[in-house]
């Protein structure tokens, strides 16, 4: 009995709740329907209109928190926020490149400062460190004493710039004779506007400079190779006084020759108990204004068929002045010699009061073609004295046992039969030419 009356109670408790879930579904539809009538077509008629328009849109929707939807908000908001300013499209568009460009500007200068940074030299470096220090102190002496430094540091370093020569040296005890090698060069400095030298070496004993040698010129090149060997009869007891020069020019057909670099080798610090070859950086040559004693420019033209050598004397300039009055009275005379024998010799007119005369006067001189290799063409230059004698202002030669510019210019002759060949000579002490033209050639 009192499960039985469990039970109904249990059944009447449920009844009335039952009631309530049976009475809403039917009291929803109701509501819409009394307060909007005609909202089921209407509700119809969209969901048929945004079935035809996006079709499986139900499976396709984006949430409102999609990067899509925030994207299409602010690009919305911005374009509203710039058609509400006072200014046209093209200020607004000009300013939005400005401020690219200065952004564009700020970058680089930041890559530049970080990755472009490159050491100052030691030249800058020390200027700062000395002028900080002459600040401080305001003491004259010891700015002085810093700038002959820095001077001293630049000469250091445009002797580093001028490259350097490979060389060597033997003696022969046998014979009494020093044997000079001049084997190549390297990163020797540019001369030429190109960017480029013609360098060849000269080589000689101080301090009489009775014999000199040159080498060949090596064009446009800046690491030349030479290999090319001089020997200095000189005995082993007066080697000791002598110093060894090695200087390397740019040669120029139409100017004086610009010198690179030289070395200097005082014999009495050299053990030639044993060959030596070594490396040495070039240095400034010491800048001494040695005597000048003027240019000639001189054209040879040889013709082998008919044993005909013409000279031309062009020109001259920079002559020594000779006379009180600080002119000259130069003239030239043209001597065709063989084995010390003068053969002929033929001389142009005066030019009075002149240091730089214009000649353009021609001498031919008949020499057979087995001969042209065994002859020497001399070129002094005088200055005319009524009641003196005629003082030699300079000289200069060309043919055999000539070397240089002299040698080059005879070998170009040959080279060009027919063809007149021009080139500019610098005048030598006559002692100089005269010892060189009695010195046997190597």
């Known amino acids: 009995m009192r499960l039985t009356r469990v039970r109904i109670r249990a059944r009447r408790a449920a009844e009335p709740s039952e009631a309530e879930h049976e009475a809403e579904p039917e009291s929803a539809p109701q509501n819409p329907s009394e ?10 008629s969209e969901h048929h209109s945004s079935s035809e328009h996006h079709p499986g849109s139900e499976h396709h929707l984006l949430p409102e ?29 000009a300013i939005v490149v400005l401020v690219l460009a200065l952004v564009g500007c700020f970058a680089f200068c930041v890559f530049k400062k970080c990755f472009g940074k490159k050491k100052k030299p030691k030249r800058e470096r020390r200027e700062r460190k000395g002028g900080g220090r002459r600040k401080k102190k305001g003491n004259e002496d010891e700015g002085g004493e810093k700038e002959g430094e820095d001077k001293k540091e630049d000469e250091k370093e445009e002797q580093e710039k001028l490259g350097k020569l490979e060389f060597s040296l033997d003696y022969n005890f046998t014979d009494a004779q020093l044997i000079v090698g001049i084997l190549q060069a390297q990163d020797l400095a540019a001369m030429d506007m190109g960017g480029t030298s013609d360098p060849y070496v000269k080589v000689y004993l101080l301090p009489d400079k009775k014999k000199k040698y040159e080498t060949k010129v090596q064009r446009k090149n800046l690491s030349p190779v030479f290999n090319e060997t001089f020997i200095f009869k000189i005995p082993y007891a007066e080697l000791g006084g002598k110093t ?7 040669f120029d057909r139409f100017s004086k020759h610009d010198e690179i670099g030289e ?45 005909k050598l013409t000279v031309n004397i062009m020109e001259a300039k920079n002559l020594k002045k000779m006379d009180v009055g600080g002119l000259s009275d130069p003239f030239v005379k043209v001597v065709l010699q063989q084995n010390g024998k003068r053969i002929k010799k033929k001389k142009t007119t005066v030019k009075k009061n002149t240091l730089n005369p214009y000649f353009n006067e021609s001498f031919s001189f008949e020499i057979p073609f087995e001969q042209i290799q065994k002859v020497q063409v001399v070129i002094t230059v005088f200055d005319y004295d009524k009641l003196g004698s005629n003082d030699a202002i300079g000289k200069t030669f060309m043919g055999y046992g000539a070397t240089g510019v002299g040698l080059r210019h005879w070998t170009e002759m ?16 006559e002692e100089e030419v005269e010892a060189a033209l009695k010195a046997k050639p190597r």
Not at 35 to 44: I, Q
Not at 244 to 250: E, I, K
Not at 414 to 429: C, G
Request: hydrophobic share 35%; aromatic share 6%.
């Open 65 to 93: 928190n999609h990067p899509s939807h925030n994207y299409d908000n602010m690009k919305n908001k911005f374009m509203n926020e710039i058609g509400r300013l006072p200014l046209p499209m093209w200020a607004v568009g």
């Open 263 to 307: 070395i200097k080798i005082p014999m009495n610090s050299v053990d030639l108990g044993q060959p030596i070859q070594q490396w040495r950086d070039l240095e400034g040559g010491e800048k001494e204004e040695q005597e000048q004693l003027g240019d000639i420019c001189i054209s040879l033209r040889y013709v082998p068929t008919a044993g």
């Open 244 to 250: 060894l020069v090695m200087q390397v020019f740019d």
């Open 414 to 429: 040959l080279a060009n039969p027919r063809r007149p060949v021009a080139q500019w000579h610098t005048l030598l002490p």
């Open 35 to 44: 307060h909007h009538p005609g909202s089921e077509h209407h509700s119809s």
